[in-house]
C-alpha cells in the first residue's frame, strides 16, 4: 500500500504565490511518475501538471508560464509551485501517483492524495 500526504493549499490574494507538497510513502521501490490535478465546484477533475521520474514534464495551458512542478525523488515528493495565481485556479488539488514499483516488484497504479483546498480571492 502506498499513501500521499499533501500540504501547503490556503487562501491567497489574485498574484500571489503558493507551493503544495506531496509525499508519498509506504511500500516503494520506485515511482514512475507523480503529478497534480484540480477539481473546481461544479467542474470535472483535470489536469495541471505531471513530472516523470526522469523529469519529463506536461502541463496544462491554463497553468503553462505560472506554475512549476518538480521532484525530489530521494523523498518521493513532488512539489507544485504557483505563482500570479488566479481566481480561476481555486480548485481542491489533488496529487496523483501514476505508476509506482511496489518492494515487492509488483506495479500499481493510479493512487490519490485527499487534496488540499487552494483558494485565490481578494
Known amino acids: 500500500q502506498v499513501q500521499l500526504v499533501e500540504s501547503g493549499g490556503g487562501l491567497v490574494q489574485p498574484g500571489g504565490s503558493l507551493r503544495l507538497s506531496c509525499t508519498a510513502s509506504?511500500?516503494?521501490?520506485?515511482?514512475?511518475?507523480m503529478g497534480w490535478y484540480r477539481q473546481a465546484p461544479g467542474k470535472q477533475r483535470e489536469l495541471v501538471a505531471t513530472m516523470t521520474v526522469g523529469g519529463n514534464t506536461n502541463y496544462a495551458d491554463s497553468v503553462k508560464g505560472r506554475f512549476t512542478i518538480s521532484r525530489d525523488n530521494a523523498k518521493n515528493t513532488v512539489y507544485l509551485q504557483m505563482n500570479s495565481l488566479r481566481p480561476e485556479d481555486t480548485a481542491v488539488y489533488y496529487c496523483?501517483?501514476?505508476?509506482?514499483?511496489?518492494?515487492?516488484?509488483?506495479?500499481?497504479?493510479?493512487?490519490w492524495g485527499q487534496g488540499t483546498q487552494v483558494t485565490v480571492s481578494s
Open positions: 509506504g511500500s516503494i521501490f520506485s515511482i514512475y511518475a
Open positions: 496523483n501517483l501514476d505508476r509506482v514499483l511496489t518492494i515487492a516488484r509488483m506495479w500499481e497504479y493510479d493512487y
